[in-house]
């Protein structure tokens, strides 16, 4: 696949400011094991295991969560849902995720892998990692 990305800023061109992200314009959600679902819209300094709020899958949990945040947003025209599905998360939730997004009509959206300091604190919640086997 052929990919156009940006050119190399010159040496001598001055570095462009950071990028602000406001974490209001998105929210993540983390697919977990046994059919549960987590979100937030933290940075690594905020998110704990209080911080890592869970909802379910139907009307009145996942579907009211996006779309609470969705109003919330400062942008609504950036608001992107991350979808983070874990090594435990079954495909039924995954295309059910994909079906919110249809349902709450979030038009921008991406999957990628949970970052560590979020699994981290998603193993605390869930009750840790399966074990690996002995050797």
């Known amino acids: 696949m052929d990919l156009g990305l940006p050119a190399k800023p ?4 001055p570095k462009p400011q950071d990028t602000q992200i406001d ?21 690594q300094a905020g998110l704990n295991e209080q911080t890592l709020q ?3 899958y139907d009307r009145e ?9 969705k109003r919330n947003a400062k942008d609504v025209t950036k608001f ?10 079954v495909y ?14 979030s ?12 699994k981290a604190i998603y193993e605390k919640k869930v009750g840790g990692s399966t074990p690996a086997p002995a050797q």
């Open 54 to 56: 869970e909802t379910t």
């Open 92 to 105: 039924k939730n995954f295309v059910d995720i994909l079906d919110e997004m249809a349902i709450t009509k």
């Open 107 to 118: 038009e921008q959206y991406g999957v990628t892998d949970i970052k560590p300091w979020e």
């Open 61 to 69: 949990g996942i579907t009211k969560v996006i779309e609470q945040a």
């Open 10 to 13: 010159k040496v001598d061109q």
């Open 80 to 89: 992107t849902v991350i979808i983070k599905p874990t090594d435990d998360a």
């Open 23 to 43: 974490l209001t314009n998105s929210i993540s959600l983390i697919i977990g094991k046994n059919n549960r679902i987590f979100y937030h819209q933290l940075d």
